[in-house]
């Protein structure tokens, strides 16, 4: 067995590395641009639904009251009429994304945690290299990706979407696989 506290530093050397990564694949490369197109008449769109003053918060349209409201057929009706949709508000303005960044390594650090915990309770110091990396990276890989399939599958988020976000998981994973198998404790 191997203790956290013999980890930090692929802990976080792991999380940093991550970080930086994204970064230059979220902002360096084109890889991301078509994840969300504009809705046509975007300024329309927004004039028209800028004096219900929505508050931040997800929302779904149309939304039954209830099961039986969702089996009526004023209900159905809407529901052809169109749009559906689920909505996600954000507040006006800029988006800071100091804070946003933050909590990004925070999630880093926490995927890196449970990598190494689990690895540790597998593991003694001195594990061969490809045995931390399967292990790590196989978490790791749940971490960053495996969640973001359940948005495709219950609200429509474009496949697309997903599968690039899963491949950047699985870099991800890959990268912090590798930092805790060159760390790994002898």
């Given at each position: 067995?191997?203790?956290?506290?013999m980890?930090?530093?692929?802990?976080?050397?792991s999380?940093?590395?991550?970080?930086v990564?994204s970064?230059i694949?979220?902002?360096?490369?084109?890889?991301?641009?078509?994840d969300?197109p504009p809705v046509?008449?975007q300024d329309?769109?927004m004039?028209a639904l800028r004096p219900?003053?929505i508050?931040p918060g997800?929302?779904?349209?149309?939304?039954?009251?209830?099961?039986q409201?969702?089996r009526?057929?004023?209900?159905?009706?809407?529901?052809?009429?169109?749009?559906?949709?689920?909505l996600t508000?954000w507040?006006?303005g800029?988006t800071?994304?100091?804070?946003?960044l933050?909590l990004w390594?925070?999630?880093a650090?926490?995927v890196?945690?449970?990598?190494?915990?689990?690895?540790?309770?597998?593991?003694?110091?001195?594990?061969n290299?490809l045995?931390v990396?399967?292990?790590v990276?196989?978490v790791?890989?749940?971490?960053y990706?495996?969640?973001l399939?359940?948005m495709s599958?219950?609200?429509?988020?474009?496949?697309?979407?997903t599968?690039k976000?899963?491949i950047?998981?699985l870099?991800y994973a890959?990268?912090t696989?590798?930092?805790?198998?060159?760390?790994w404790?002898?």
């Open positions: 067995m191997t203790t956290l506290d980890l930090w530093l692929p802990i976080l050397l999380s940093v590395i991550v970080f990564v970064s694949i979220h902002m360096a490369m084109p890889w991301h641009k078509s969300y046509p008449n329309q769109l004039d219900f003053a508050p997800d929302y779904m349209v149309p939304r039954p009251s209830d099961r409201d969702m009526s057929p004023e209900f159905t009706e809407k529901l052809k009429k169109g749009p559906v949709m689920m508000v507040p006006n800029p800071p994304m100091g804070m946003n933050i390594f925070l999630y650090v926490i890196g945690l449970f990598a190494a915990y689990v690895t540790g309770r597998a593991l003694s110091a001195g594990a290299y045995h990396f399967r292990f990276g196989t790791a890989f749940m971490g990706s495996v969640a399939w359940q599958i219950w609200y429509r988020r474009a496949w697309s979407t599968i976000a899963t950047d998981g870099i890959l990268l696989a590798g930092t805790f198998g060159w760390l404790p002898r």
